[in-house]
C-alpha cells in the first residue's frame, strides 16, 4: 500500500506540472534559485527533468514495475532536490524531503514483500 501511495503522490507532482504549468515551474524554479551560486544551467536543466522523473518514477511504483530502479532514481532525484533546498536554506522544506527519503527507503527495504506488483507477475 506504501508503494501504491507514494507512487500515486510522486506521479501526481510530477503531472500536474505538464501542459501550462511546466514553463510556470521551470520560471519560478529559475527565480527562486537566482540569487544562488549554481549555474543557471544546471538549474535550467534539473527543472527541466523533475517533472518527467517524478511523473515516470510514481507511475513505476504505482505499477510495481521496475520497482527497485524507481525507488533508486527516485532517491537521487530526493537528494538533487535537498541539495538545492539546503543551499537556499530551506531547512523546513528540507525536512518534508527527508521524510519522502525514508518512504523510498522502505520500500526499497520492503520490497522482497512487493506482492502485488508486475515485477512478482512477471519473475
Given amino acids: 500500500m506504501l508503494r501504491l501511495a507514494f507512487g500515486l503522490n510522486i506521479c501526481a507532482h510530477g503531472a500536474v506540472r505538464f501542459g501550462a504549468n511546466y514553463q510556470k515551474f521551470i520560471d519560478s524554479t529559475a527565480q527562486q534559485f537566482a540569487a544562488t551560486p ?4 544546471s538549474v535550467d536543466l534539473f527543472s527541466h527533468s523533475i517533472p518527467v522523473l ?8 504505482m505499477l510495481g514495475l521496475g ?3 524507481a525507488a533508486v532514481v527516485g532517491n537521487f532525484v530526493m537528494m538533487g532536490l ?14 518534508i524531503q ?11 527495504f ?3 514483500y512487493n506482492d502485488y506488483s508486475l515485477d512478482r507477475r512477471l519473475r
Fill in 110 to 112: 520492503l520490497n522482497e
Fill in 67 to 69: 520497482t527497485r530502479y
Fill in 98 to 108: 527527508m521524510i519522502y527519503v525514508l518512504c523510498y527507503f522502505l520500500i526499497l
Fill in 82 to 95: 535537498i541539495f538545492g533546498m539546503s543551499i537556499l536554506q530551506n531547512w523546513e522544506i528540507v525536512g
Fill in 38 to 41: 549554481l549555474p543557471t544551467w
Fill in 54 to 61: 517524478e511523473f515516470a518514477v510514481g507511475l513505476f511504483l
